[in-house]
């Protein structure tokens, strides 16, 4: 059983920065790929990056890449997402989650944590 913790969301003026945490319990958190979801009001949960268990791949959506990097710390059981110039498309319900094989789907997670809410003021 792993539980995850988002924290660091919050309200950001439009081309400010933001760093989500997402701290897991368990003793095997290199054993899961981590992956950054987000759901905007009214729309479908979308991927936005994903790492593996060693860190050493990650992937972006095209709509993130170039302004997001996603990291963990496996000493510290917790996963990162660095947000820079951030849009007002990117106010969302971001929420991390792990799955022992890379997936970009929300179908291949094992475990959600309850997401921290990013809102990005124009």
């Known amino acids: 059983q792993v539980q995850l913790v988002e924290s660091g969301g919050g309200l950001v003026e439009a081309g400010g920065s933001l760093r989500l945490s997402c701290a897991a319990s368990g003793r095997t958190f290199s054993s899961y790929a981590m992956t950054w979801f987000r759901q905007a009001p009214g729309k479908e949960r979308r991927f936005v990056a994903a790492i593996a268990g060693s860190g050493n791949s990650t992937y972006y959506a095209d709509s993130v890449k170039g302004r997001f990097t996603v990291s963990r710390d496996n000493a510290k059981n917790t996963v990162y997402l660095q947000m820079n110039s951030l849009k007002p498309e990117d106010t969302a319900v971001y929420y991390c989650?792990?799955?022992?094989?890379?997936?970009?789907?929300?179908?291949?997670?094992?475990?959600w944590g309850e997401g921290t809410l990013v809102t990005v003021s124009s």
């Open positions: 989650a792990a799955s022992t094989q890379l997936h970009t789907s929300t179908r291949g997670m094992d475990y």
